[in-house]
């Protein structure tokens, strides 16, 4: 059975820095697809960044060039360090496991975390 449990969400103040961290069971996360979701309050969720089986990753424009994907294999984690953090950042972050990178890319997440709570303050 597939297990992803988020943490080290919290509260911090605009330009601030966050390092998520997404523990796998279950499941090795190096052998595929993975994702970080994001829902703000009253809006839908929305991708924040992807990394593919070959190590390469995706990010949505929003966060491009402030936030870094990135996978440890031996802790079968998928991490996600933010910078310059905004307001505009705030809201319910999850980790997703998907499968072979075509399905990521399709949109197709097999599996969720409970989510992890990120609060920027202006």
């Known amino acids: 059975q597939v297990q992803l449990v988020e943490s080290g969400g919290g509260s911090v103040q605009a330009g601030g820095s966050l390092r998520l961290s997404c523990a796998a069971s279950g499941y090795t996360v190096s052998d595929n697809c993975m994702g970080w979701f994001r829902q703000a309050p009253g809006k839908g969720r929305e991708m924040v960044a992807r990394?593919?089986?070959?190590?390469?990753?995706y990010y949505d424009n929003s966060v491009k060039g402030r936030f870094t994907i990135s996978r440890d294999k031996a802790k079968n984690t998928v991490d996600l360090q933010m910078s310059s953090l905004k307001p505009e950042d705030t809201g319910m972050y999850y980790c997703?496991?998907?499968?072979?990178?075509?399905?990521?890319?399709?949109?197709?997440?097999?599996?969720w975390g409970q989510g992890t709570q990120v609060t920027v303050s202006s």
């Open positions: 990394i593919y089986t070959s190590g390469h990753a």
């Open positions: 997703a496991s998907s499968g072979r990178d075509y399905e990521c890319i399709s949109g197709s997440w097999n599996n």
